[in-house]
């Protein structure tokens, strides 16, 4: 199918509709607008309507999307995120549904999929050198003359070409500023969007590819990370190489002789960092930072507990909050299964070599709940039954691991009870129960994100 074909297929009615009420109708994210999502409920059609023809005739422009900063550490500055209106969210979405389909060899794997590649190639001993590059201030950095290249070939009809760069210049604006008269936005990817995985992997796909024919290394590169596996005597030439690359693209690889530089060259008897992992001639297992950072968030569980006893006032307020404790506990040990992935961090630590820093996790755990006095009142699951759990492929049997998409309403209700009440849950209808319980499990989803979200 053509580029023109995709493209009208994802913008009809239909279409926008159905990406509606499965992707943006639940959501909570509110763009600078401040208009919920779910509100477009009652004007659907007409909205829709109007995206249609503002996309038909070359004049749709997206609002300035709004500015959330999220802290990367004290040496460094705050990443920059960009969240779309409710109408715009839509549009978003089916271009990266078009954008997928013409090139469909740009989708991002998953972390896990990557370190179980490179378990493959280190258990070949067919290398002896690594190289590790890191990229500065990738997704600002990326120029639209590159995206304009990287996507002619493929993409010609003006519609589809315009919306891509309406949606890349537009700026990201603090909320309290507003986006009247602000710039537009001329170089850089807005973190964030439905898109900017996608362009991001586009735009690089040419160096990708150069150096995926080079043989006897073994090359990944995950958004701005990359390493590259050699034969002895080979990876500071393969690293020149693609830094070289990257310079031609205007990309600022870190240069690789500085001291104290993320990118660098050695043998693989000296460990590194791999997307949170820690590589070394042991094997593969977790860095020690996301370890302590794993448990300090299992720690504010119990202190958010003792906080709701200050608080209580009935026996029911007792065990609701004891019930609650338990779930947010077994829920950050397990992880879940939600919109068809696995997430948590047990799910994105599942390559490891060894369960030893699990069992470590596990005797943490175990210290808390006789801390806080909860001995003989939550059971608590296991990291290492979530971990061989999670060898076995298919989601669908997974029992010990929540999956939140095939929960009856009833089971919903139960869920949200523990934290809304019994007696509140039973007046509420289905359809509420169902926005509601989308909209708890999908904070939830947030919190277990945090964990991993200082991997790379």
Not at 67 to 75: A, M, T, V
């Amino acid at each position: 199918m053509t580029a023109a074909k995709i493209f009208k297929s994802q913008f009809g009615t239909k279409s926008l509709k159905k990406i509606y009420s499965e992707r943006i109708k639940k959501s909570g994210a509110i763009g600078i607008d401040r208009v919920r999502p779910s509100s477009l409920d009652k004007n659907l059609s007409t909205e829709i309507k109007i995206i249609l023809t503002k996309v038909e005739n070359g004049s749709y422009t997206f609002t300035p999307y709004k500015e959330k900063l999220i802290s990367k550490g004290h040496s460094s500055f705050p990443r920059q995120i960009s969240i779309p209106t409710a109408r715009d969210r839509i549009v978003l979405r089916a271009l990266c549904e078009c954008l997928s389909a013409v090139f469909p060899n740009t989708k991002l794997q998953l972390p896990q999929v990557v370190i179980h590649s490179l378990k493959g190639a280190l258990n070949s001993h067919r290398y002896e050198e690594y190289a590790k590059i890191d990229l500065q201030k990738f997704y600002p950095s990326i120029s639209h003359e590159l995206i304009d290249k990287s996507i002619k070939n493929k993409i010609r009809k003006p519609q589809f070409l315009q919306l891509i760069r309406e949606a890349v210049r537009t700026p990201t604006v603090p909320e309290a500023k507003g986006g009247k008269n602000a710039p537009k936005n001329k170089e850089g990817v807005p973190q964030g969007l439905a898109i900017s995985n996608v362009l991001a992997e586009i735009a690089l796909s040419s160096v990708d590819l150069e150096m995926q024919k080079i043989p006897d290394i073994w090359f990944k590169r995950y958004v701005d990370d990359i390493l590259i596996l050699t034969p002895k005597g080979q990876s500071k030439d393969v690293a020149n190489l693609v830094v070289k690359k990257l310079q031609a693209l205007k990309l600022s690889p870190h240069p690789l002789d500085e001291p104290g530089s993320k990118s660098k060259v050695a043998p693989l008897s000296e460990s590194f960092v791999f997307l949170g992992y820690q590589v070394g001639s042991k094997g593969i297992s977790i860095r020690q930072e996301s370890i302590h950072r794993f448990e300090a968030s299992l720690a504010k569980i119990f202190t958010a507990y003792r906080h709701r006893l200050n608080t209580i006032r009935t026996p029911q307020d007792k065990q609701r909050a004891i019930a609650h404790c338990e779930w947010e506990l077994n829920l950050r040990i397990t992880g879940c299964i939600f919109e068809g992935r696995r997430l948590g961090w047990i799910s994105y630590f599942s390559q490891i070599s060894s369960t030893t820093q699990l069992r470590s996790v596990n005797h943490t755990v175990r210290k808390l709940v006789t801390r806080f006095n909860l001995e003989k009142l939550i059971t608590v699951k296991s990291l290492i039954k979530s971990f061989y759990e999670l060898q076995r492929g298919d989601k669908a049997t997974h029992k010990y691991i929540p999956n939140f998409d095939e929960l009856t309403v009833i089971q919903q209700r139960q869920i949200l009870a523990i934290s809304l009440g019994t007696a509140l849950v039973k007046k509420m209808s289905d359809a509420d129960v169902e926005r509601k319980f989308k909209y708890k499990i999908s904070r939830a989803v947030k919190d277990l994100e945090k964990d991993i979200s200082h991997i790379s």
